[in-house]
């Protein structure tokens, strides 16, 4: 990606109860809001495409950044996009315990509130779908967008358990916006359902966007995952942002 010549970019070390999480930082050069966003990285990691969303949210006003929730095995994981990559970031992904990840989750969104941030949102994608959707939970957040968010609804990895993560609904404050793909291998109709249901019950304010024939990481556009779909979506993610962050 070419750096954006509207946009200030860093690393930051945020002290947690057990050690540093780092963290990449987009900001636009001009201050323009008072809010900001958290974005929860895929199974690979803090990768250039997790910057790349930080550095467009930026660039759209909004600061950005991107904690490693990976920390607590080695600093700075950046997994490839490959079958490599995946075994890696699976293994990484059973060292994720609720507890910590929810610790981690609000250490980034004080960060961003010692800096003198008034509204805070939370972009996840992928693993980090879920990441966010839990965070809401137990953190206030006014906005969650949720793209192709896996396992909310089962207990098949650490952080969905004891009981699915979808059992936390109840506890959700913020508006949520999920987007998934119909041709996605993680995210199946059944799960859709049972979120949109529990979403509903609870009075939670959603929004459940499905497109057609779109795969799983449909919006990083160094996969062949990539569709189409990316431009409405990231539509949506602006104007959520744009109406309870910004």
Do not use: K
């Not at 990768?47 to 600061?63: P, Q, Y």
């Not at 075994?87 to 961003?112: C, K, M, N, P």
Request: charged share 20%; glycine share 8%.
């Amino acid at each position: 990606m070419i750096p954006r010549a509207d946009v200030l970019t860093e690393a930051v070390a945020l002290p947690t109860g057990d050690g540093v999480m780092h963290a990449y930082l987009a900001r636009p050069r001009v201050t323009r809001s008072h809010g900001a966003i958290v974005v929860a990285h895929e199974l690979f990691g803090v990768t250039a495409h997790i910057r790349d969303v930080c550095e467009r949210l930026a660039a759209s006003g909004l600061a950005a950044h991107a904690p490693d929730f990976y920390h607590r095995a080695q600093a700075r994981i950046e997994l490839p996009h490959d079958d490599t990559g995946r075994r890696r970031g699976f293994a990484e992904l059973e060292r994720l315990h609720r507890e910590q990840v929810l610790a981690d989750a609000g250490t980034a969104i004080s960060y961003l509130h010692d800096t003198g941030v008034d509204r805070v949102g939370m972009l996840g994608l992928s693993l980090g779908g879920h990441i966010a959707y839990l965070a809401a939970s137990a953190h206030r957040l006014q906005a969650v967008a949720a793209l192709y968010p896996g396992w909310l609804t089962n207990t098949d990895i650490a952080l969905s358990r004891p009981t699915p993560t979808v059992d936390a609904t109840p506890a959700i404050q913020a508006r949520v916006l999920l987007l998934c793909g119909t041709a996605d291998h993680a995210v199946s109709d059944a799960d859709l359902h049972q979120l949109e249901a529990a979403l509903s019950a609870e009075g939670v304010e959603h929004e459940l966007v499905t497109y057609p024939d779109t795969p799983h990481g449909f919006l990083c556009d160094r996969r062949d995952t990539y569709h189409a779909a990316a431009e409405d979506a990231w539509r949506r993610i602006g104007e959520l942002f744009d109406a309870t962050v910004r």
